[in-house]
């Protein structure tokens, strides 16, 4: 049985509410009472209770014929009511998180349909030593680290990747052997750094926000000046960009799917 560590000013009925709906995301199969009770740690009687509440609420479904629950609709569309924000103003406060963060420049980019991405917000650390990027500057899609991240989503023919990199422009290039190998581990990490390829002296993190059918929408960037951050730092600041990057994704394009990715993590 789990151990109930209770912050002080914590709401125990939210805590458990919260432990329950993450469970439930957790599972593939719907769940009686007394198997969430038991995995949650919650006593059977307030766990009955909750469940019955959020079964009200439609934040949980509960199948009358076997007694059990799985997650409800209300969970997706808790998510939907953040579409009508403007999408560079429901990122600007995790990019100003970041940049505090990482005392560096966090940028925000549209990747657009014809091959480009464009630079439509950023924020900075007043205190970093920092490059300076203009807003509306325009990139080929496939450059740099977002580039990388975006050629693991497209996930294209080695031909194909081929003749789209030998179009690139970089001032240190890497090689079409390496280029690929950092697109696998962007696909694996859901990160990717460029290290002085695009621009000499620059260091980029990235990671990209995706559509509900896994097409690349936009790009996270932070950018800083070669040495200023140690690389676990920057293998930090990927970590956070790609579950800023996660969360995003599933506030913009929800689905039940990745709500219930998102509570399990």
Same mark, same amino acid.
């Given at each position: 049985?789990?151990?109930?560590?209770?912050?002080?000013?914590?709401?125990?009925?939210?805590?458990?509410?919260?432990?329950?709906?993450?469970?439930?995301?957790?599972?593939?199969?719907?769940?009686?009472?007394?198997?969430?009770?038991?995995?949650?740690?919650?006593?059977?009687?307030?766990?009955?209770?909750?469940?019955?509440?959020?079964?009200?609420?439609?934040?949980?479904?509960?199948?009358?014929?076997?007694?059990?629950?799985? *997650?409800?609709? %209300? #969970?997706?569309?808790?998510?939907?009511?953040?579409?009508? +924000?403007?999408? &560079? !103003? $429901?990122? /600007?406060?995790?990019?100003?998180?970041?940049?505090?963060?990482?005392?560096?420049?966090?940028?925000?980019?549209?990747?657009?349909?014809?091959?480009?991405?464009?630079?439509?917000?950023?924020?900075?650390?007043?205190?970093?030593?920092?490059?300076?990027?203009?807003?509306?500057?325009?990139?080929?899609? *496939?450059?740099? %680290? #977002?580039?990388?991240?975006?050629?693991?989503?497209?996930? +294209?023919?080695? &031909? !194909? $990747?081929? /003749?789209?990199?030998?179009?690139?422009?970089?001032?240190?290039?890497?090689?079409?052997?390496?280029?690929?190998?950092?697109?696998?581990?962007?696909?694996?990490?859901?990160?990717?750094?460029?290290?002085?390829?695009?621009?000499?002296?620059?260091?980029?993190?990235?990671?990209?926000?995706?559509?509900?059918?896994?097409?690349?929408?936009?790009?996270?960037?932070?950018?800083?000046?070669?040495?200023?951050?140690?690389?676990?730092?920057?293998?930090?600041?990927?970590?956070?960009?790609?579950?800023?990057?996660?969360?995003?994704?599933?506030?913009?394009?929800?689905?039940?799917?990745?709500?219930?990715?998102?509570?399990?993590?």
């Amino acid at each position: 049985m789990k151990s109930e560590n209770k912050v002080q000013g914590e709401v125990g009925a939210v805590v458990h509410a919260i432990r329950i709906l993450r469970h439930l995301a957790a599972t593939t199969t719907p769940l009686g009472v007394a198997a969430i009770a038991r995995e949650t740690g919650i006593n059977p009687s307030t766990c009955f209770n909750i469940l019955r509440t959020l079964a009200r609420a439609r934040f949980v479904a509960f199948r009358d014929g076997d007694k059990t629950y799985t *997650l409800g609709m %209300a #969970v997706a569309e808790l998510a939907t009511g953040l579409v009508g +924000l403007r999408h &560079a !103003e $429901l990122i /600007r406060p995790e990019l100003e998180r970041l940049a505090l963060n990482y005392d560096m420049l966090l940028v925000l980019w549209r990747i657009s349909e014809d091959g480009h991405i464009a630079l439509i917000d950023r924020a900075h650390s007043e205190t970093a030593v920092r490059v300076e990027m203009r807003l509306g500057l325009r990139l080929p899609a *496939l450059v740099g %680290a #977002v580039g990388r991240c975006v050629a693991a989503a497209l996930d +294209l023919p080695v &031909a !194909e $990747l081929r /003749r789209r990199f030998a179009t690139l422009r970089w001032q240190n290039p890497p090689t079409f052997e390496s280029y690929r190998a950092d697109i696998a581990r962007a696909g694996i990490d859901g990160w990717a750094i460029d290290d002085g390829q695009l621009y000499r002296g620059l260091q980029t993190v990235a990671s990209i926000v995706t559509d509900e059918t896994g097409q690349p929408r936009f790009g996270l960037s932070g950018i800083t000046i070669a040495d200023q951050h140690g690389h676990e730092i920057l293998v930090r600041l990927g970590a956070d960009l790609h579950e800023v990057a996660t969360i995003t994704s599933a506030s913009l394009y929800p689905s039940v799917s990745r709500i219930a990715g998102m509570l399990q993590s």
